[in-house]
């Protein structure tokens, strides 16, 4: 690797980073949850062991019904990121959730690098499942940052049955397209995008717009390198087409990372979306 590459390399590590720091040292408690639960499963499909983290609302009942709030980690991070990070975008989406009295849940997915791999979509789906078993759950709004904004994206492109909002911040759209981090995104996705093109398609939100008729949120930074926001803001473009309710914050200045306030407000802007339309649809 030239000189050139290994600075730009170090760049995108650094970059992932702001948004990977899972470590559960140095970081603040889920004020007005309960205690964070470290919830174990079995994968379906090959057996291992799975985790997730959940957080309750303060006065949690069993036998009332929660809109839940599943967050994605970003590169380089694990399930306890969103769940106790300081970090803008992780914050932001607990406090959204305490505001609308939201269950909360931050897997693994799978792995620290997953980008929402075929093994990372079958973990979510048993996960939700689950949780949908166990829980009264009203609607589900994914979320997520960098690799988790890419990931959730993707998942919802994937299975829109099971997703009614997803805030995307500073991810990618277009995985034939993004080239970084490609050692992990082939050891997820099971080859490269010249070998198995058709799996980097189908985990492309921008190939499948008409799927994607939820609320969504997305935020994007003119300056980011490790994720460019050409996909997403082309998403954009569709998505306010063909979907009433679409959000999309660029900031021409902005890197790799989202402002809290910006962060609050794609998050807020589905989540009052779609808890409103349940409510009106209650009535």
């Known amino acids: 690797m030239n000189l050139a590459a290994r600075k730009q390399w ?32 079995t994968a379906e499909g090959d057996g ?23 967050a994605l980690h970003g590169h380089g991070s694990d399930r306890w990121q969103f769940a106790t990070s300081t970090v803008n975008e992780c914050r932001a989406a607990r406090d959204v959730a305490l505001k609308h009295g939201m269950i909360f849940v931050a897997p ?19 996960i939700l499942k689950a949780l949908k078993t166990k829980y009264k759950i009203e609607k589900t709004i994914l979320v997520g940052a960098s690799m988790g904004g890419s990931s959730s994206l ?16 500073n991810g990618t759209a277009n995985h034939l397209e993004y080239e ?15 070998e198995i093109p058709a799996e980097y398609k189908r985990r492309s939100a921008e190939y499948w717009p008409e799927r994607l008729t939820m609320p969504v949120a997305i935020t994007t930074g003119g300056l980011d390198k490790s994720v460019p926001p050409d996909s997403c803001t082309r998403l954009a473009i569709v998505l306010k087409k063909l979907n009433a309710h679409v959000l999309h914050i660029h900031r021409p200045q902005g890197g790799h990372s989202t402002t809290s306030a910006d962060a609050v407000k794609s998050l807020d802007f589905v989540c009052d979306h779609v808890l409103t339309e349940e409510k009106t649809t209650a009535k």
């Not at 760049?11 to 004020?31: I, T």
């Not at 980008?115 to 789906?125: F, H």
């Not at 998942?155 to 009614?164: C, V």
């Open 108 to 126: 693994d997915y799978r792995a620290k690098t997953s980008w929402m791999g075929p093994q990372a979509e079958a973990d979510m789906i048993q």
């Open 10 to 41: 170090h760049c995108l590590v650094l970059a992932s980073l702001l948004l990977g720091v899972g470590l559960r040292e140095n970081l603040d408690a889920a004020d007005g949850f309960s205690d964070p639960i470290d919830v174990s499963f």
């Open 180 to 194: 970084n981090f490609q050692d992990a995104i082939q050891a997820s996705f099971g080859g490269s995008k010249r």
């Open 48 to 70: 291992t062991t799975q985790k997730y983290v959940l957080l309750l609302p303060d006065g949690f009942s069993a036998e009332q019904s929660y809109p839940l709030m599943v």
């Open 154 to 169: 993707s998942f919802a492109a994937m299975h829109p049955e099971l997703i009614d909002g997803v805030a995307a911040m």
